[in-house]
């Protein structure tokens, strides 16, 4: 039976880093186009609040 269970440990891992894998490697691109469309509206608004010179110190 301990023989059994030595052997059980090794398959409850594999599984284990299975499962982690498959949730690791998961897409995730979902948020990306709010992300960038957000940047480009701050690049807009960047180029809209700028100067025309360098900073006067």
């Known amino acids: 039976m301990a023989a059994l269970a030595w052997l059980l ?3 409850f891992a594999a599984v284990g880093a299975a499962i982690w894998g498959g ?3 998961r897409n995730r691109t979902t948020g990306d186009v709010a992300e960038l469309a957000g940047y480009a509206r701050f690049r807009d608004a960047m180029e809209k609040t ?3 010179g360098p900073p006067s110190r």
């Open 9 to 11: 440990i090794p398959l």
């Open 50 to 52: 700028g100067s025309a």
């Open 23 to 25: 949730w690791a490697s």
